[in-house]
């Protein structure tokens, strides 16, 4: 028998949320030694219990109470669950007493509303958006509504009813319309909006209501508006006004007459150069471009004269950056065009030197003239150098020439001149066209090509220019091949000793991957670089003396792109709806590992740029994700990467066990609860296999495990629940069930038998018995599995049939303890 006996009461408490709730637990010591106890409590945060006091002592029989305060945060959702008091002794861990107590935690109704946007202007409808936040801890039904003063608008509601769950937001659009006025200014009215709102508690099905209301404003406007009224009060007064001016300029035509010259002179205001703009005047834009690039010409001024005139300017304007120009304001006419600027020789429109050759322009009104686009070379500048040479005659045959910027053919059209080289090394390129942008080349066979970029201003010439002729008869050849040893064609190797770069291709048939760099002026000290897109650029130093040719130049390009793969499962078995995402290089994929056939459980990723770092995240229903972080490095020879095998691991798990009852044999239809403190589930323990169960599905975190049987008292274990491992099986003992036990004197039991019955006290003496049981030989009788914690009534009659009772007494049963009966005397008829 336990050495404490507890009674806690209440056993149902409503706890407010933010505030508490308490319990009394009112512990006996039935020991025969001096004791300490103290209280625990299950199913709840302990941060959430305040015990006090926290231990007591106790004499043998003495008895002492212990308050347990429970106070719940202001968000706890309005539930109903059970809680676990435990009173354990100090000296004894096997004394202990456990029961259960009702916490029903009420709801609480806080629900606010807000207006997105609190005002709208609009003519005949108006959107509001009514913010619904529920700050309470129970789901809240809500039914928005408006209200019109004026009694005016129509209010319609999308949707007319909402669900909020608790700590969230719903929105409700809101459409008001009508009550427009025809005229007048904007009118200001003010709607009253507001929810009405129902939360449902979990306690007696209780409902609690709250209306809120908030204010809207619509700023509407009228169908016709002041402006159209003030347009129209113009309109009249204009047509009056007219009428009044036509009557007065009729009678001054009767005493005026007009002449047919001054007609004449009144239209010319739309004439060429007239001084008087046009109603409907012309436009003539155009565009100013160097005659060496097509880029244009910024700064330069474009002038309009009139064909007769082309002494003062009519119209003028300057070119912006992309050279274009607009001269507007112009009227009927036909003009010539003078384009002029700093370093530039002028020339009239579109390419005549002076006035008497350029084309006539006609123009007429309300036209908007583009012309084409020209092409000013500007001033003609020098050119000039000198090249210097180790050996004077090396200058025989050396020639300079000059082409646009980006061409090197020189037998292309943007060929721009072309001299020879004095024996002296100096040369002079006469008449080039200036501003322009140029590239100066130095060729002679058998030497290095000597490369120069030259940009001219406006009128700007170039002197002095100094270039070095070098012998171009060095020579860089090899092999290129991937790093698995096959040839690799279509390889660019550049060759750059700063000045000069030369560049070639790797062969893409006969013999693949051979190159030569040809005419790379020597000596001179060389950077080559070895590049293919997806392969790593290497680059080599090379020295070349004067002549040599370095023939055996061999690299192998290493892949610049990798892949990984592996398999995805869940706890080794492949399942659906598994995903793997990479990230890392600037790249974000994902893909779907492979549910069935031969290569279920499988991934991969290919074309990876490497070098690089990936992150791969594992994820999928109902399991925990995980993340592996793998290095493509070519250098290391890690580009292609597989085995990345992940094993999921099951979101959630099952806790299951034996019940056993007394003696060590399985308890069946026992019942089992497992609670979180939110949510409680219940398992009865099953016939075959007898005493087993099992709660699947179950999310990581603290549980409590209760198995109880009418007449014991439950026995309770925390459960920690974790998704890495699976819970062991649990194996729980219950103690005996509540038994009446009892002795009938007064007869020879040998001889023959008495009944004795069990009543609810509500169904004695003529209602229906709990249970009937006989005399043994000894005169001794048991009632088993009773309900603890109940009163009975216990009767004896003189035999089975007999409708009348000998004798009864009532007595209460308490859990787990076969409590005696007192003893009857009878005395048979």
Request: glycine share 10%; charged share 15%; aromatic share 6%.
């Given at each position: 028998?336990?050495?404490?006996?507890?009674?806690?009461?209440?056993h149902?408490?409503?706890?407010?949320?933010?505030?508490?709730?308490?319990?009394?637990?009112?512990?006996?010591?039935?020991?025969?030694?001096?004791?300490?106890?103290?209280?625990?409590?299950?199913?709840?945060?302990?941060?959430?219990?305040?015990?006090?006091?926290?231990?007591?002592?106790?004499?043998?029989?003495?008895?002492?109470?212990?308050?347990?305060?429970?106070?719940?945060?202001?968000?706890?959702?309005?539930?109903?669950?059970?809680?676990?008091?435990?009173?354990?002794?100090?000296?004894?861990?096997?004394?202990?007493?456990?029961?259960?107590?009702?916490?029903?935690?009420?709801?609480?109704?806080e629900?606010?509303?807000?207006?997105?946007?609190?005002?709208?202007?609009?003519?005949?409808?108006?959107?509001?958006?009514?913010?619904?936040?529920?700050?309470?801890n129970?789901?809240?039904?809500?039914?928005?509504?408006?209200?019109?003063?004026?009694?005016?608008?129509?209010f319609?509601?999308?949707?007319?009813?909402?669900?909020?769950?608790?700590?969230?937001?719903q929105?409700?659009?809101?459409?008001?319309?009508?009550?427009?006025?025809?005229?007048?200014?904007?009118?200001?009215?003010?709607?009253?909006?507001?929810?009405?709102?129902?939360?449902?508690?979990?306690?007696?099905?209780?409902?609690?209501?709250?209306?809120?209301?908030?204010?809207?404003?619509?700023?509407?406007?009228?169908?016709?508006?002041?402006?159209?009224?003030?347009?129209?009060?113009?309109?009249?007064?204009?047509?009056?006004?007219?009428?009044?001016?036509?009557?007065?300029?009729?009678?001054?035509?009767?005493?005026?007459?007009?002449?047919?010259?001054?007609?004449?002179?009144?239209?010319?205001?739309?004439?060429?150069?007239?001084?008087?703009?046009?109603?409907?005047?012309?436009?003539?834009?155009?565009?100013?471009?160097?005659?060496?690039?097509?880029?244009?010409?910024?700064?330069?001024?474009?002038?309009?004269?009139?064909?007769?005139?082309?002494?003062?300017?009519?119209?003028?304007?300057?070119?912006?950056?992309?050279?274009s120009?607009?001269?507007?304001?112009?009227?009927?006419?036909?003009?010539?065009?003078?384009?002029?600027?700093?370093?530039?020789?002028?020339?009239?429109?579109?390419?005549?030197?002076?006035?008497?050759d350029?084309?006539?322009?006609?123009?007429?009104?309300?036209?908007?003239l583009?012309?084409?686009?020209?092409?000013?070379?500007g001033?003609?500048?020098e050119?000039?150098?000198?090249?210097?040479?180790?050996?004077?005659?090396?200058?025989?045959?050396?020639?300079?020439?000059?082409?646009?910027?980006?061409?090197?053919?020189?037998?292309?059209?943007?060929?721009?001149?072309?001299?020879?080289?004095a024996?002296?090394?100096?040369?002079?390129?006469?008449?080039?066209?200036?501003?322009?942008?140029?590239?100066?080349?130095?060729?002679?066979?058998?030497?290095?090509?000597?490369?120069?970029?030259?940009?001219?201003?406006?009128?700007?010439?170039?002197?002095?220019?100094?270039?070095?002729?070098?012998?171009?008869?060095?020579?860089?050849?090899?092999?290129?091949?991937?790093?698995?040893?096959?040839?690799?064609?279509?390889?660019?190797?550049?060759?750059?000793?700063?000045?000069?770069?030369v560049?070639t291709?790797s062969?893409t048939?006969?013999?693949?991957?051979?190159?030569?760099?040809?005419?790379?002026?020597?000596?001179?000290?060389?950077?080559?670089?070895?590049?293919?897109p997806?392969?790593?650029?290497?680059?080599?130093?090379?020295?070349?003396?004067?002549?040599?040719?370095?023939?055996?130049?061999?690299?192998?390009?290493?892949?610049?792109?990798?892949?990984?793969?592996?398999?995805?499962?869940?706890?080794?078995?492949?399942?659906?709806?598994?995903?793997?995402?990479?990230?890392?290089?600037?790249?974000?994929?994902?893909?779907?590992?492979?549910?069935?056939?031969?290569?279920?459980?499988?991934?991969?990723?290919?074309?990876?740029?490497?070098?690089?770092?990936?992150?791969?995240?594992?994820?999928?229903?109902?399991?925990?994700?995980?993340?592996?972080?793998?290095?493509?490095?070519?250098?290391?020879?890690?580009?292609?990467?597989?085995?990345?095998?992940?094993?999921?691991?099951?979101?959630?798990?099952?806790?299951q066990?034996i019940v056993?009852?007394?003696g060590?044999?399985?308890?069946?239809?026992?019942?089992?609860?497992?609670?979180?403190?939110?949510?409680?589930?219940?398992?009865?323990?099953?016939?075959?296999?007898?005493?087993?169960?099992q709660?699947?599905?179950?999310?990581?975190?603290?549980?409590?495990?209760?198995?109880?049987?009418?007449?014991?008292?439950?026995?309770?274990?925390?459960?920690?629940v974790?998704?890495?491992?699976?819970?062991?099986?649990?194996?729980?003992?219950?103690?005996?069930?509540?038994?009446?036990?009892?002795?009938?004197?007064?007869?020879?039991?040998?001889?023959?038998?008495?009944?004795?019955?069990?009543?609810?006290?509500?169904?004695f003496?003529?209602?229906?018995?709990?249970?009937?049981?006989?005399?043994?030989?000894?005169?001794?009788?048991?009632?088993?599995?009773?309900?603890?914690?109940k009163?009975?009534?216990?009767?004896?009659?003189?035999?089975?049939?007999?409708?009348?009772?000998?004798?009864?007494?009532?007595?209460?049963t308490?859990?787990?303890?076969?409590?005696?009966?007192?003893?009857?005397?009878?005395?048979?008829?």
């Amino acid at each position: 028998m336990s050495a404490v006996h507890a009674v806690t009461f209440p056993h149902h408490v409503e706890v407010e949320p933010g505030q508490g709730g308490f319990i009394s637990v009112a512990i006996t010591n039935t020991a025969d030694v001096i004791d300490a106890y103290s209280v625990q409590v299950f199913g709840l945060d302990p941060t959430w219990v305040e015990v006090s006091p926290e231990r007591v002592s106790l004499f043998p029989g003495d008895t002492a109470n212990i308050d347990v305060r429970v106070h719940l945060p202001l968000d706890y959702p309005a539930s109903q669950r059970t809680i676990t008091i435990n009173v354990v002794s100090d000296d004894d861990p096997t004394a202990f007493n456990l029961s259960n107590v009702q916490l029903v935690v009420a709801p609480s109704a806080e629900t606010s509303i807000a207006l997105d946007p609190t005002m709208v202007t609009g003519s005949r409808v108006a959107t509001f958006g009514i913010v619904i936040t529920n700050t309470g801890n129970a789901v809240a039904s809500a039914r928005p509504f408006a209200i019109d003063p004026e009694d005016l608008a129509e209010f319609t509601f999308d949707p007319p009813t909402v669900i909020v769950p608790p700590g969230r937001d719903q929105v409700v659009r809101v459409t008001a319309k009508g009550g427009r006025a025809w005229f007048g200014q904007i009118r200001a009215r003010t709607f009253t909006f507001g929810v009405e709102s129902d939360t449902a508690g979990s306690a007696a099905g209780l409902t609690e209501s709250v209306t809120v209301e908030t204010i809207g404003t619509f700023l509407q406007r009228p169908r016709i508006g002041r402006w159209l009224i003030s347009l129209l009060g113009l309109l009249t007064a204009a047509v009056v006004f007219a009428a009044v001016l036509s009557r007065t300029f009729d009678r001054v035509v009767e005493q005026a007459s007009v002449t047919d010259e001054l007609i004449d002179a009144a239209l010319e205001s739309g004439e060429a150069g007239g001084a008087v703009v046009p109603s409907n005047p012309a436009t003539v834009t155009g565009t100013l471009t160097s005659a060496t690039s097509t880029q244009g010409l910024a700064g330069m001024q474009a002038e309009l004269f009139v064909s007769d005139d082309t002494t003062t300017p009519v119209a003028s304007a300057v070119t912006d950056d992309a050279g274009s120009f607009s001269l507007s304001s112009l009227g009927e006419g036909r003009y010539k065009l003078k384009l002029s600027g700093a370093g530039l020789a002028a020339l009239w429109y579109p390419a005549a030197p002076t006035p008497d050759d350029a084309q006539e322009i006609e123009v007429a009104l309300g036209q908007e003239l583009t012309l084409d686009p020209v092409a000013v070379g500007g001033l003609p500048v020098e050119v000039t150098g000198k090249i210097d040479a180790d050996n004077p005659l090396d200058l025989a045959g050396v020639t300079i020439t000059l082409v646009a910027a980006g061409e090197t053919d020189p037998e292309a059209d943007a060929l721009v001149a072309t001299v020879d080289v004095a024996p002296d090394g100096s040369f002079t390129l006469p008449d080039i066209p200036s501003p322009g942008s140029y590239q100066l080349l130095v060729e002679k066979p058998g030497f290095a090509t000597e490369r120069r970029d030259v940009t001219l201003g406006p009128g700007q010439s170039l002197d002095d220019l100094e270039l070095a002729l070098r012998p171009g008869n060095g020579i860089i050849s090899g092999s290129i091949s991937e790093s698995n040893g096959s040839a690799l064609g279509g390889v660019a190797i550049s060759a750059t000793d700063g000045t000069t770069t030369v560049e070639t291709v790797s062969l893409t048939d006969g013999a693949e991957g051979t190159f030569r760099v040809r005419d790379l002026p020597t000596p001179g000290q060389y950077t080559v670089t070895i590049s293919k897109p997806g392969y790593l650029t290497e680059t080599r130093s090379v020295a070349l003396t004067e002549g040599q040719e370095i023939g055996n130049l061999t690299a192998r390009l290493v892949p610049a792109t990798g892949s990984i793969s592996g398999r995805s499962t869940v706890s080794g078995v492949p399942e659906q709806g598994l995903t793997v995402t990479l990230t890392g290089a600037d790249l974000v994929r994902r893909t779907a590992v492979v549910s069935q056939g031969l290569a279920a459980g499988s991934y991969g990723f290919v074309g990876l740029p490497a070098p690089g770092t990936y992150t791969l995240t594992f994820t999928g229903p109902d399991v925990i994700p995980q993340v592996r972080v793998v290095d493509l490095d070519p250098f290391r020879g890690t580009t292609d990467i597989g085995g990345i095998d992940v094993s999921l691991s099951p979101e959630s798990t099952t806790v299951q066990g034996i019940v056993n009852a007394v003696g060590g044999g399985p308890a069946t239809q026992a019942t089992v609860t497992l609670s979180d403190g939110a949510t409680t589930r219940t398992f009865l323990t099953a016939d075959d296999p007898a005493g087993r169960f099992q709660f699947s599905n179950v999310k990581p975190g603290a549980y409590t495990l209760t198995a109880s049987q009418i007449g014991t008292d439950p026995v309770v274990v925390l459960v920690n629940v974790t998704a890495t491992s699976a819970t062991p099986n649990l194996n729980l003992q219950l103690g005996a069930q509540a038994s009446l036990s009892g002795r009938v004197d007064g007869f020879d039991p040998a001889a023959q038998s008495v009944t004795l019955r069990l009543f609810d006290p509500a169904q004695f003496p003529n209602g229906v018995a709990v249970a009937t049981v006989e005399t043994d030989a000894g005169g001794n009788y048991t009632f088993t599995s009773l309900e603890a914690q109940k009163v009975f009534v216990v009767a004896v009659y003189a035999s089975a049939t007999a409708a009348d009772p000998l004798d009864s007494v009532s007595i209460e049963t308490e859990p787990s303890i076969d409590k005696p009966v007192p003893p009857f005397t009878v005395t048979l008829p």
